[in-house]
């Protein structure tokens, strides 16, 4: 179908020569990289910071700002960290940037590499991503032949050097310390913050981390410049934001809109709608640990502020449609359990509450509800928000609290009727 | 005032702390106690097991109040008038409890244990948790120490974050994740560190146990008592537990001023040794059978002897202050001999003095503040992890704020992974020394050492241990290098009491307070207070008084708490010493090795059933109170030299420890010392010795005396005995790594493994002191180095024979 806005970080994906160096020059890659070299860092920093590209990892951290964090006079080396761990269920779009585009992120770490004066920057690959991997591992080995990355890029005299890292799989190890942590080879847990990053992060020197989506957005923004950025968007949340759609829709997949797209406009228009032309009834704006919204939702706008007002977040943008033929207790079972086997151990309310709530929903969902279980599980939610070392339980809780809220009467029904009220009339509309 | 004071209040009460003070921190100094698991003050803030949560006046969120420093004007509310605190409190708790096993009952920490004081205050009275436990099986030992009860765990960190941060020894790790997170050990391995007990101790529940301790005891049943380790001259303050008169447990006792909170294994682990099968509680005479006998019949009978016949005395590190001083008064008064000591062979020149005389200038001195605050610091001749371990502790924690740590050691020490090793042959300290002391330049060590020493602004620290006081001058020149640099210098002794020794002198040439005898004016000083010292000749020191005793030149040999035939380094000439001397008086806890030469023993009282003051390495003088009544008639040594006095027709001048201690004061307040250090002339270049060059120091945990009975101990971290070769010396003569080897000295011959390591010195040898298998003594001619050939014992199953023309190419660097 044909989009209302210029498409820019899918604007080639059609282009499978993209994955090569060729393809990506062909089509102007590496100019921003020559342009960034020509500046001075501060000027790269500013014009990152003027486009208002704020983070793409979840909690949309403006960009610039970061990197302007970043001290340059304490003698110790400065690290950019690009982080690919990429684990929230739903979400899948960085994966799918990396495989079309894998140099555009190349060129972005190295511009954030000079803005920050930085001579190597990490890339940190979620454990399972290996094909991704590979992809990168290949282009970065082009970039280098070509000159754009090493001890001299573009001829500068300056280096930036790229080292690639795989993760063992662990959901936490995208969290920014707890990946700081693995990077050195230490146990995948949370740090206490502050120090924050860009004053002590790797091996204890200044460090911007981001996102893949976040650095992917730079090249253009020094080619085409800040108010070419903001030409899309909202004025607090300008640009594009790659969006996950899965679950009960006709055509889930990766959709780059404008922030700002209502979610009626990416189901209808660009997933096709609810799949089978069914109901929808619940749907998570960013993953399953932002906190679910229902129908009522459906044009609240894909963006940090909008989400923000209608209670939850805009996270990694990774929508998981519900229909009504999904019981929202099997879904929060299933979200809480694992947040349960993700949890880093580090902390009591995360460790040990996510592992409680996981038994009573389980519980619920075998028929095995009592009544005593929903003030449980309201105080689960209650004792589980703000409550841990670092945001991973918070997701936890955000299952909990927001699948409590909106259907506090399926909760109940499971209890009352010793089981899901839905399976029976769900199996027997499952087509043969 | 502390600097950049910061105001705030605290459950409305105002409190002004230091910036950067933690709010638990702060709420402690108004007695506001918040709960807390994983906050420990000498580690670093973890956050983890979140019980602590405050709330702060403007912040949205509860904060945890080990992890948030405090800030100006800020308004914090405890559980004690915050709802919402109180409320996560609860909460928390628990979710600790959801998992735990509630084996109170049967838990060795049970009765003090903090999960269980809170949730017996404010805990949910009834559990909403009808789910079945995690479970693990229990417990699994860690070492022969250590068990460790996974299902107690609250997985705080503190044990995982002790051997991280303080021990540096990485043993105890948590692994997996999420409610199947535990803490553990590397497959295969064992929690083999000296300091493992911390761990247990700072355990804020009954996870982390004492295999000594399991199923012994109840808080309610133990009677406590502050004391002072006795095991090295580290000084730790520790609490005493005893059961019905028996010493189950020791603990350690914060004090910010020596051990932090911290005590080794050793000090922990090795207290049978008073309650050991052969502790003496009554005089005993050899004549009788060594059946017993009171002070009365007895000591008019040693009189007699003192009076008519030639007397020694020979002591060890390990008495109190108040003996010394009456001992050293006693041969010196009223028996007439100056041929005493506590040393085994080192001879400390100046350095020794300057340390016996406590000296007031500050910059010879050294504390363990000196320590952690210094920038940095010099270690020559000592194995700090082994010999002081908590002098190791503070090294390393001087090392974490940025210190840079020197090592001059013929060995590798366990602070090689933050400090600069230079592995150094036994005797050769002097040259590296006397390079630094000149202040070469380059890159080298030396110079490097120099530099920094140099550029620490008179903060730095030199440290010798005594063994370097081998070597004539080495100590002196080391402490000739602090004064060049403008650096502190201290001079570890490593027994609990050496120091208390050489300042009451102990000594065959000094008086108290590092007076020497053979200045006037010093010996008039002492004379003043004690009236005339009777023979004015420097005495015998250790091996001259064996000496003259195997020579039949000594006819009363006084052997008090020390054992020669185990300690001194010539195990051949003590047991001749032994059998000469006319009357061997053993005053001793115990039976021990010299039973078949004594002619008496007396029964001291040991260190647990006296009250007196010990001198750590510092210098520092600390108070140790008895935990028990002393058994039988045994009685603190320094009574048993006033009654010998008495019996001699004198008096020592004191009846009571108080008046002793007054009278000993005087003589031992630091004092100022006039000279300069000597000045060395330059060693010249290091000599290369063909031959190799046995050297011996005691490992912390050995077969001495004080470990009796500390079998769990021995079984976690005793090393059978075994010689260390360095790659290249092992090479020349076909000797490969876990063959038998023949040591042969002058002195005699000894068979043990060999491991050949980079780890020791080319051209040096190393064997322990004591460990099972080999008393080295027997290698040694009263000094601990030797010259040493190894040889493989059985040539068959060695390696081949290398040919004499291999080993004439010399040394192959
Ligand atoms: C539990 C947890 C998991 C996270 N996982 C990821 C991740 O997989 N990828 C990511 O980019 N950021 C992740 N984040 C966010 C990062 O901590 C961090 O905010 C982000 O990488 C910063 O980049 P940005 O500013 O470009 O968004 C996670 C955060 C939390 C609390
Ligand atoms: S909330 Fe706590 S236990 Fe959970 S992942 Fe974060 S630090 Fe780990
Ligand atoms: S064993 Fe003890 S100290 Fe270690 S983590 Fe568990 S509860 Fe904490
Ligand atoms: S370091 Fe020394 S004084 Fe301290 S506990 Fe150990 S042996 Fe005792
Ligand atoms: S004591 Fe503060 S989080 Fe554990």
């Known amino acids: 179908?044909?989009?209302?806005?210029?498409?820019?970080?899918?604007?080639?994906?059609?282009?499978?020569?993209?994955?090569?160096?060729?393809?990506?020059?062909?089509?102007?890659?590496?100019?921003?990289?020559?342009?960034?070299?020509?500046?001075?860092?501060?000027?790269?920093?500013?014009?990152?910071?003027?486009?208002?590209?704020?983070?793409?990892?979840?909690?949309?951290?403006?960009?610039?700002?970061?990197?302007?964090?970043?001290?340059?006079?304490?003698?110790?080396?400065?690290?950019?960290?690009?982080?690919?761990?990429?684990?929230?269920?739903?979400?899948?779009?960085?994966?799918?940037?990396?495989?079309?585009?894998?140099?555009?992120?190349?060129?972005?770490?190295?511009?954030?590499?000079?803005?920050?004066?930085?001579?190597?920057?990490?890339?940190?690959?979620?454990?399972?991503?290996?094909?991704?991997?590979?992809?990168?591992?290949?282009a970065i080995a082009q970039a280098y032949a070509a000159g754009h990355l090493g001890p001299d890029v573009q001829g500068s005299g300056k280096r930036v050097d790229v080292v690639l890292h795989r993760g063992a799989g662990a959901y936490i190890c995208g969290e920014e310390t707890a990946l700081l942590n693995s990077l050195e080879g230490f146990r995948g847990q949370p740090r206490l913050r502050p120090p924050f990053p860009a004053v002590e992060g790797l091996f204890a020197s200044p460090t911007v981390i981001n996102n893949v989506e976040t650095l992917m957005n730079v090249p253009d923004i020094l080619v085409r410049g800040a108010e070419w950025f903001r030409e899309l968007g909202t004025e607090k949340s300008p640009g594009t934001k790659m969006v996950t759609v899965s679950g009960k829709v006709e055509r889930p997949g990766n959709f780059e809109v404008p922030l700002g797209t209502s979610f009626r406009i990416v189901l209808e228009e660009l997933a096709g709608g609810v799949l089978g032309g069914r109901a929808l009834k619940a749907w998570t704006p960013g993953g399953s640990s932002t906190p679910m919204l229902t129908a009522e939702h459906l044009d609240v706008g894909l963006d940090y502020e909008s989400l923000a007002e209608a209670g939850s977040m805009l996270g990694t943008a990774a929508i998981m449609v519900m229909d009504d033929t999904d019981c929202v207790v099997d879904c929060a079972t299933r979200m809480v359990r694992f947040y349960a086997h993700e949890s880093c151990g580090k902390c009591t309310p995360c460790r040990e509450g996510s592992w409680w709530a996981t038994r009573v929903l389980e519980r619920l969902e075998d028929g095995q509800g009592q009544a005593p279980d929903l003030p449980i599980m309201r105080d689960l939610g209650t004792n589980l928000m703000f409550r841990a070392f670092c945001a991973l339980a918070d997701g936890t809780a955000s299952v909990i609290n927001s699948s409590l809220q909106h259907f506090p009467d399926e909760y109940e029904a499971h209890v009352r009727l010793g089981g899901c009220p839905l399976k029976v009339e769900h199996l027997e509309e499952v087509p043969a | 005032?502390?600097?950049?004071?910061?105001?705030?209040?605290?459950?409305?009460?105002?409190?002004?702390?230091?910036?950067?003070?933690?709010?638990?921190?702060?709420?402690?100094?108004?007695?506001?106690?918040?709960?807390?698991?994983?906050?420990?003050?000498?580690?670093?803030?973890?956050?983890?097991?979140?019980?602590?949560?405050?709330?702060?006046?403007?912040?949205?969120?509860?904060?945890?109040?080990?992890?948030?420093?405090?800030?100006?004007?800020?308004?914090?509310?405890?559980?004690?008038?915050?709802?919402?605190?109180?409320?996560?409190?609860?909460?928390?708790?628990?979710?600790?409890?959801?998992?735990?096993?509630?084996?109170?009952?049967?838990?060795?920490?049970?009765?003090?244990?903090?999960?269980?004081?809170?949730?017996?205050?404010?805990?949910?009275?009834?559990?909403?948790?009808?789910?079945?436990?995690?479970?693990?099986?229990?417990?699994?030992?860690?070492?022969?120490?250590?068990?460790?009860?996974?299902?107690?765990?609250?997985?705080?960190?503190?044990?995982?974050?002790?051997?991280?941060?303080?021990?540096?020894?990485?043993?105890?790790?948590?692994?997996?994740?999420?409610?199947?997170?535990?803490?553990?050990?590397?497959?295969?391995?064992?929690?083999?560190?000296?300091?493992?007990?911390?761990?247990?101790?700072?355990?804020?529940?009954?996870?982390?146990?004492?295999?000594?301790?399991?199923?012994?005891?109840?808080?309610?049943?133990?009677?406590?008592?502050?004391?002072?380790?006795?095991?090295?001259?580290?000084?730790?303050?520790?609490?005493?537990?005893?059961?019905?008169?028996?010493?189950?447990?020791?603990?350690?006792?914060?004090?910010?001023?020596?051990?932090?909170?911290?005590?080794?294994?050793?000090?922990?682990?090795?207290?049978?040794?008073?309650?050991?099968?052969?502790?003496?509680?009554?005089?005993?005479?050899?004549?009788?059978?060594?059946?017993?006998?009171?002070?009365?019949?007895?000591?008019?009978?040693?009189?007699?002897?003192?009076?008519?016949?030639?007397?020694?005395?020979?002591?060890?590190?390990?008495?109190?202050?108040?003996?010394?001083?009456?001992l050293?008064?006693?041969?010196?008064?009223?028996?007439?001999?100056?041929?005493?000591?506590?040393?085994?062979?080192?001879?400390?020149?100046?350095?020794?003095?300057?340390?016996?005389?406590?000296?007031?200038?500050?910059?010879?001195?050294?504390?363990?503040?000196?320590?952690?605050?210094?920038?940095?610091?010099?270690?020559?001749?000592?194995?700090?992890?082994?010999?002081?371990?908590i002098l190791h502790l503070r090294i390393r924690k001087a090392a974490a704020r940025g210190a840079k740590v020197f090592v001059v050691h013929p060995r590798r020490t366990r602070l090689h992974d933050v400090a600069e090793h230079l592995p150094t042959r036994p005797g050769h300290e002097v040259f590296v020394l006397d390079r630094i002391r000149e202040g070469v330049d380059g890159e080298s060590f030396e110079a490097r050492a120099a530099a920094a020493l140099r550029g620490a602004g008179g903060s730095g620290v030199v440290l010798v241990g005594e063994r370097l006081a081998e070597h004539p001058l080495a100590a002196d020149l080391a402490l000739a290098v602090a004064s060049k640099t403008g650096s502190r210098f201290g001079y570890v002794t490593r027994r609990a009491n050496d120091r208390g020794a050489l300042g009451a002198g102990v000594h065959p040439s000094l008086l108290p307070g590092g007076r020497r005898l053979g200045v006037a004016g010093e010996r008039a000083e002492v004379e003043a207070v004690w009236g005339s010292i009777m023979a004015s000749e420097d005495g015998r020191d250790a091996q001259e008084i064996l000496q003259a005793c195997a020579d039949r030149l000594v006819d009363v040999l006084f052997v008090i708490g020390a054992d020669p035939l185990r300690d001194h380094p010539d195990a051949a000439l003590t047991r001749r010493a032994l059998a000469n001397v006319g009357t061997l008086v053993v005053q001793s806890i115990e039976l021990g090795d010299l039973e078949p030469f004594a002619s008496v023993f007396l029964p001291a009282a040991p260190a647990a059933e006296k009250d007196g003051h010990v001198t750590d390495w510092e210098g520092r003088s600390q108070r140790i109170r008895p935990v028990r009544d002393a058994l039988g008639i045994s009685r603190p040594d320094w009574e048993i030299f006033a009654g010998l006095a008495a019996a001699m027709g004198s008096d020592l001048g004191f009846e009571t420890l108080e008046e002793l201690h007054e009278e000993m004061a005087s003589l031992l307040a630091p004092r100022a010392m006039p000279e300069r250090p000597n000045v060395w002339a330059g060693a010249g270049p290091p000599q290369w010795l063909d031959d190799l060059t046995l050297f011996t120091y005691p490992l912390l945990?050995?077969?001495?005396?004080?470990?009796?009975?500390?079998?769990?101990?021995?079984?976690?971290?005793?090393?059978?005995?075994?010689?260390?070769?360095?790659?290249?010396?092992?090479?020349?003569?076909?000797?490969?790594?876990?063959?038998?080897?023949?040591?042969?000295?002058?002195?005699?011959?000894?068979?043990?493994?060999?491991?050949?390591?980079?780890?020791?010195?080319?051209?040096?040898?190393?064997?322990?002191?004591?460990?099972?298998?080999?008393?080295?003594?027997?290698?040694?001619?009263?000094?601990?180095?030797?010259?040493?050939?190894?040889?493989?014992?059985?040539?068959?199953?060695?390696?081949?024979?290398?040919?004499?023309?291999?080993?004439?190419?010399?040394?192959?660097?």
């Not at chain 1, 964090?69 to 960290?81: E, L, M, S």
């Not at chain 2, 504390?367 to 194995?383: C, K, M, N, S």
């Not at chain 2, 040889?791 to 080993?807: F, Q, Y």
């Open chain 1, 1 to 138: 179908m044909s989009l209302w806005f210029e498409p820019r970080l899918t604007r080639d994906w059609d282009d499978p020569s993209m994955i090569g160096l060729d393809g990506y020059v062909a089509k102007g890659g590496y100019e921003a990289l020559s342009k960034a070299l020509a500046m001075t860092d501060a000027d790269i920093v500013d014009v990152v910071k003027s486009s208002g590209l704020r983070g793409r990892g979840g909690a949309g951290f403006p960009a610039g700002m970061k990197w302007g964090f970043v001290p340059r006079d304490t003698g110790k080396p400065t690290y950019v960290v690009a982080n690919f761990d990429e684990s929230e269920p739903g979400t899948c779009n960085n994966r799918e940037l990396v495989e079309r585009d894998p140099h555009r992120l190349l060129e972005g770490m190295a511009i954030a590499a000079l803005a920050i004066g930085c001579e190597t920057a990490y890339l940190y690959v979620r454990g399972e991503y290996l094909w991704q991997s590979m992809v990168l591992e290949r």
């Open chain 2, 1 to 326: 005032m502390p600097v950049d004071p910061i105001t705030l209040t605290i459950d409305d009460k105002e409190v002004t702390v230091p910036k950067g003070t933690l709010i638990i921190r702060a709420a402690e100094q108004l007695g506001i106690e918040i709960p807390r698991f994983c906050d420990h003050p000498y580690l670093a803030p973890a956050g983890a097991c979140r019980q602590c949560y405050v709330q702060v006046e403007g912040q949205g969120k509860l904060q945890t109040s080990c992890t948030v420093a405090v800030a100006p004007g800020m308004v914090v509310r405890t559980q004690n008038t915050s709802d919402a605190a109180r409320q996560a409190q609860v909460a928390n708790l628990e979710f600790l409890l959801l998992n735990h096993p509630l084996d109170c009952p049967i838990c060795d920490r049970g009765g003090e244990c903090p999960l269980q004081d809170q949730a017996l205050a404010f805990g949910p009275g009834e559990s909403r948790f009808i789910d079945a436990k995690r479970v693990f099986p229990k417990p699994v030992p860690l070492s022969p120490l250590v068990g460790l009860d996974r299902e107690r765990c609250v997985l705080c960190a503190r044990c995982t974050r002790f051997c991280d941060e303080i021990s540096g020894d990485r043993f105890l790790e948590l692994f997996a994740r999420s409610a199947g997170e535990r803490v553990s050990i590397a497959a295969g391995e064992d929690f083999r560190s000296p300091f493992s007990g911390n761990t247990i101790q700072i355990c804020p529940v009954g996870a982390l146990t004492a295999t000594p301790y399991r199923f012994v005891a109840r808080p309610f049943d133990l009677t406590s008592g502050d004391s002072v380790c006795q095991h090295c001259s580290a000084g730790c303050n520790v609490r005493v537990d005893v059961r019905r008169g028996e010493v189950v447990r020791v603990l350690a006792r914060e004090n910010p001023d020596v051990n932090d909170a911290w005590i080794c294994d050793k000090g922990r682990f090795a207290y049978r040794h008073a309650d050991a099968p052969g502790r003496i509680t009554t005089p005993l005479i050899r004549d009788r059978g060594l059946e017993p006998a009171s002070f009365g019949e007895i000591l008019p009978w040693l009189a007699e002897r003192c009076r008519s016949g030639r007397v020694a005395f020979l002591t060890g590190g390990r008495l109190m202050d108040e003996d010394y001083y009456a």
């Open chain 2, 328 to 389: 050293s008064k006693l041969a010196r008064t009223v028996v007439g001999t100056n041929d005493l000591d506590h040393r085994r062979a080192f001879h400390g020149g100046l350095a020794e003095v300057v340390a016996a005389a406590a000296v007031t200038d500050r910059e010879r001195s050294v504390t363990y503040r000196d320590v952690e605050h210094a920038p940095v610091i010099l270690l020559v001749g000592l194995d700090a992890e082994q010999e002081v371990p």
């Open chain 2, 701 to 813: 945990v050995d077969e001495g005396r004080l470990s009796d009975g500390a079998e769990e101990l021995k079984a976690a971290l005793e090393d059978p005995a075994f010689a260390e070769m360095h790659p290249v010396d092992a090479e020349k003569r076909g000797l490969a790594d876990g063959v038998d080897v023949r040591l042969t000295t002058a002195a005699g011959d000894a068979t043990v493994p060999l491991r050949v390591t980079e780890h020791v010195a080319a051209g040096s040898v190393f064997v322990p002191f004591n460990q099972p298998g080999l008393a080295a003594n027997s290698l040694l001619s009263g000094r601990s180095t030797a010259s040493v050939t190894v040889a493989a014992v059985d040539e068959g199953s060695g390696p081949e024979a290398v040919p004499d023309a291999a080993l004439a190419t010399g040394p192959a660097a």
